[in-house]
C-alpha cells in the first residue's frame, strides 16, 4: 500500500520532537476503517481491511511514514506544566488528501516515549473507540475535528483503574496536531527563535495568506483566536463539553482534538461536567467560553517576543487581540443561535431572547439537543415541546415573542441546524460496554446513526431519547490514561 507521505513536521522543524518507534503488540487486529475517511484520503480502503492490523498497529509502517513523538507543554487544570509530548501518540507522517489539505496521520496508544511520565504509553478499547464515535458525530455536526481512521486491538491486555482492558490503537488523523502547548513549550525555555520557526510553519500550513500581512504573528494571533472562538461557540451549541480544555488540548488549526473526558449535555445546567477529575467544575459546559479566551491568553503570552521588540508594546498587541475574543465568540454563539431558532434577519433583541429561552430550561431538565429540535414543531403548535419541561409556564410566555420573529421557512431551516440525534452517554456507553464483551454491531449502529445525524427516521427513534433519569446525575467520564 503507497502513502504519499511528505512529512513537513519532521524535515522543517528538527528539535520539535524526537525520532521514535512504535512498540511492538502481541496480536495486532483491525477492528474498524473509516472507510469514507479512507476515500477521502486517497487510500485504498479495501487494500486497508487486509493490511490494516500491521499498518496501524505501528508494526509494519508503509514506506516513506517517518515516526515521531512531539515535544508540548501545557496548562493542565491552570497549571503549567513545561514537559509535556506525545506520551502515547506517534506522528506517523502527512499526507494529501483529495481536496489538496495537508493531514497528519497519528497513531495513539503506540506504547511508550520519552515523554510517557511514568505512565504505560497505551490506550485502552473503550477510549479509543469513544474518541472514535464522538469524533465522527462532530464531523457529522459540521464541526471541526480530528478524526479516526482506524481503530486496531493490539492482542495485549492493560491494567486500568477499572481492572483490565484490552489494549487498542486508534489511528488520528488531523490537520496538524500543533497545539497552543507547542508554543509553550518553547516560549517557557526563552527559544524564542524555535517560537518564531513554529509560528512560520503553521502560518504556512494554516494561514498561509498571512504571511505577507503587514504583521503576521498578530495576524495570526488573530487568526487562532477567531478559529477558536468559532469552533467553542459550535461546541456551545450542540451542548458538547470537552471535558479537558487544558491548553495542550487546544489545536491551532482550530479543530477539536482530545475526546478523553469528554461528553454531550442532555438536560440543560451551565455548570454541566462529566470529568471524573474535574472537580473544581474547570471545564463545566458554561466556563468553557472564559477558559477560551484564558487559553488564547496563554497563546498570546508565548508569542508576546514575536509582536514587538519592545515588551510594553507587544503587551499591547497581544491585548488588542485579546479584548475580541469575548465579542468574536459571542458573535458566532448569536449566529449560531439565530439559525437554531429560526430567527429572520438580525435584530438587537435577539440575544436576550434567545437567554430568555435559556433561562426556561434551566432547572427543568429540558433536554438541550430535543428542545431545540422540537421548538421546529413549535413553529405552529408546541404540543411536542412542552413535555420536555417539568414545568411549562416560562416557555409558553416565551412563544409568543419567539413566533413573532419567525423566518418564513424557520421549521424546515431549523430542522436543518438543530440535529436530533448526538453522541447520548448512555448510548455511548453501551456501545462501548458492547464493544468490550466482543459485540460491535451497537457501535456500528449508533456510528450510522451519528453521521447523519439531522435527518429523524422512525426506526432511530430510540438515539433521540435522553438516558433514563438520574443516568447522567451519576455519570463520570475518564481520560482513560
Ligand atoms: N497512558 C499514557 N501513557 C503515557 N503518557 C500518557 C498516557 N496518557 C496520557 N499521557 C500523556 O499525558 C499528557 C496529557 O494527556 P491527555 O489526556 O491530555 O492527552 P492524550 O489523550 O494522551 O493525547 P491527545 O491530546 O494527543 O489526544 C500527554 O502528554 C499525554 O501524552
Ligand atoms: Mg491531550
Redesign the pocket.
Known amino acids: 500500500m503507497t502513502f504519499r507521505f511528505d512529512n513537513s513536521y519532521a524535515r522543517d522543524l528538527e528539535g520539535f520532537y524526537v525520532d521514535w518507534p512504535a512498540a511492538p503488540v502481541p496480536a495486532p487486529r483491525l477492528l474498524r476503517l473509516n472507510r469514507p475517511l479512507a476515500e477521502e484520503l486517497g487510500l485504498d480502503p479495501d487494500l486497508l481491511e487486509r493490511e490494516g492490523a500491521e499498518i496501524f498497529s505501528g508494526r509494519c509502517l508503509p514506506e516513506g511514514a517517518h515516526p515521531l513523538a512531539q515535544v508540548?507543554a501545557?496548562h493542565?487544570f491552570g497549571g503549567f506544566s513545561p514537559q509535556?509530548?506525545?506520551?502515547?501518540?506517534l506522528l506517523i507522517g502527512e499526507i494529501t488528501d483529495r481536496a489538496g489539505r495537508r493531514r497528519d496521520l497519528?497513531l495513539?496508544g503506540s506504547g511508550?516515549?520519552p515523554?510517557?511520565?511514568g505512565?504505560?504509553?497505551?490506550?485502552a478499547l473503550g477510549p479509543v473507540l469513544r474518541?472514535y464515535l464522538v469524533g465522527e458525530a462532530m464531523h457529522g455536526l459540521g464541526i471541526p475535528t480530528t478524526r479516526a481512521l482506524a481503530a486496531v486491538t493490539t492482542g495485549e491486555p492493560l491494567l486500568r483503574q477499572e481492572g483490565e482492558r484490552p489494549g487498542a490503537i486508534l489511528t488520528?488523523v488531523a490537520a496538524s496536531?500543533i497545539?497552543v502547548g507547542t508554543f509553550q513549550f518553547f516560549a517557557a525555555r526563552s527559544d524564542i527563535d524555535r517560537v518564531r520557526r513554529l509560528a512560520d510553519y503553521a502560518i504556512a500550513r494554516h494561514y498561509p495568506e498571512l504571511a505577507s500581512a503587514p504583521e503576521p504573528y498578530l495576524a495570526f494571533y488573530e487568526a487562532v483566536a477567531e478559529a477558536q472562538a468559532q469552533l467553542v461557540a459550535r461546541w456551545m451549541l450542540v451542548g458538547f463539553i470537552h471535558g479537558?480544555m487544558?491548553t495542550?488540548?487546544m489545536t491551532i488549526s482550530g479543530e477539536t482534538?482530545?475526546?478523553?473526558p469528554c461528553a454531550f449535555m442532555e438536560g440543560y445546567d451551565p455548570g454541566t461536567v462529566f470529568s471524573s477529575i474535574d472537580l473544581q467544575g474547570r471545564y463545566a459546559y458554561g466556563n468553557q467560553p472564559f477558559i477560551l479566551a484564558w487559553n488564547l491568553a496563554r497563546l498570546g503570552e508565548a508569542l508576546l517576543p514575536l509582536l514587538d521588540a519592545d515588551a510594553v508594546r507587544a503587551a499591547d498587541k497581544a491585548n488588542s487581540v485579546l479584548e475580541t475574543v469575548g465579542a468574536r465568540y459571542q458573535g458566532h454563539w448569536m449566529a449560531g443561535m439565530r439559525a437554531k431558532l429560526g430567527l429572520a434577519g438580525a435584530e438587537e433583541g435577539d440575544a436576550q431572547l434567545a437567554e430568555d429561552l435559556l433561562e426556561a430550561m434551566r432547572g427543568q431538565r429540558a433536554d438541550w439537543t430535543l428542545t431545540f429540535r422540537r421548538l421546529a414543531d413549535a413553529v405552529t403548535d408546541a404540543g411536542t415541546l412542552r413535555p420536555l419541561f417539568r414545568d411549562a409556564a416560562a416557555l409558553e410566555a416565551w412563544l409568543p415573542r419567539w413566533r413573532a420573529r419567525l423566518a418564513p421557512d424557520a421549521a424546515e431551516r431549523m430542522r436543518a441546524t438543530n440535529p436530533i440525534y448526538i453522541a447520548r452517554n448512555h448510548r455511548v456507553e453501551e456501545a462501548l460496554a458492547a464493544a468490550h464483551a466482543g459485540d460491535l454491531a451497537p457501535f456500528d449502529r449508533l456510528l450510522e446513526v451519528l453521521a447523519d445525524p439531522f435527518s429523524e427516521r422512525a426506526d432511530r427513534e430510540l438515539f433521540a431519547v435522553p438516558a433514563p433519569e438520574g443516568f447522567d446525575d451519576s455519570y463520570r467520564t475518564f481520560?482513560g490514561?
Not at 119 to 123: E, F, I, L, T
Not at 257 to 260: F, K, L, P, S, T
Open positions: 508540548y501545557g493542565q509535556l509530548g506525545d506520551g502515547r501518540a497519528q495513539k511508550r516515549t515523554f510517557s511520565r505512565a504505560d504509553g497505551k490506550a474518541e488520528r496536531h497545539r479537558v487544558n495542550d488540548n482534538i482530545d475526546y478523553g481520560c490514561t
